[in-house]
């Protein structure tokens, strides 16, 4: 099994860097949050394809393994004695129950990808943002996504054919849930058109990493200039 607690992507070309400058910076902690069926998957994997810069976060969880995955890659696969192990060890950053099943994010890899200037993409509910939040506040940008309408949102769901209707009325239950958190988040934006919305999304992540407070470099930049 892949261990979840020392797993840290490989560090990109310096001419992929996204500041011209190359200023040492602090990375960001990017969660996307939004009901299931509202597009934050899709929207993640096109900000994962176009950024050289920005890892997804790879969770924990106490889930089964689906045909396809990977573990290590998407999911760190453990028991539910493990993961307790973990929680109590203080490993998670944040963790949290989802339709019966456990989810977490592991620390030291978040970490080390975050001093390494690396930004780190996190798709987490509005629980596991807020405890993120309370952990790390300065590094969190919030984005919520919302869908065009409830009606939209039910109709993304079903046109999936994966899921029992029962299955789907918890899920748009859940989502109404969710949608009333949406005061928690930084940023919040209204997925009619995925592409759009991506583009608003990469914008945000953009500015983000642009702040003076993760501008550790810039310190040593403006000194040399005033000497």
């Excluded at 892949?2 to 990375?27: E, I, M, S, W, Y």
């Excluded at 798709?123 to 065009?148: E, K, M, N, S, T």
Aim: proline share 7%; charged share 25%.
């Amino acid at each position: 099994m892949v261990d979840p607690q020392q797993t840290v992507p490989p560090l990109p070309t310096p001419a992929a860097q996204p500041d011209p400058h190359k200023f040492k910076r602090r990375g960001v902690l990017f969660v996307l949050s939004s009901p299931s069926g509202a597009g934050k998957s899709t929207i993640a994997r096109k900000l994962l394809a176009a950024d050289p810069w920005i890892d997804m976060s790879v969770s924990v969880t106490t889930r089964p393994i689906r045909p396809g995955e990977v573990d290590g890659v998407d999911y760190h696969f453990v028991d539910l004695e493990r993961f307790r192990e973990m929680a109590t060890s203080g490993a998670f950053l944040e963790w949290a129950h989802v339709f019966g099943e456990r989810y977490g994010t592991p620390h030291a890899p978040v970490e080390a990808m975050l001093s390494a200037g690396r930004d780190v993409l996190f798709d987490i509910d509005w629980q596991g943002a807020q405890q993120l939040f309370q952990l790390a506040g300065g590094d969190v940008v919030r984005v919520f996504i919302l869908p065009p309408s409830m009606a939209e949102l039910e109709r993304r769901l079903r046109s999936r054919a994966t899921d029992s209707e029962s299955v789907i009325n918890a899920r748009m239950d859940r989502a109404a849930g969710e949608i009333g958190h949406w005061d928690g988040y930084d940023y919040v934006l209204v997925n009619d058109d995925a592409q759009a919305c991506f583009e608003r999304v990469k914008t945000i992540l953009d500015a983000e990493r642009m702040k003076r407070s993760r501008q550790s470099g810039l310190i040593g930049f403006i000194r040399g200039l005033v000497r």
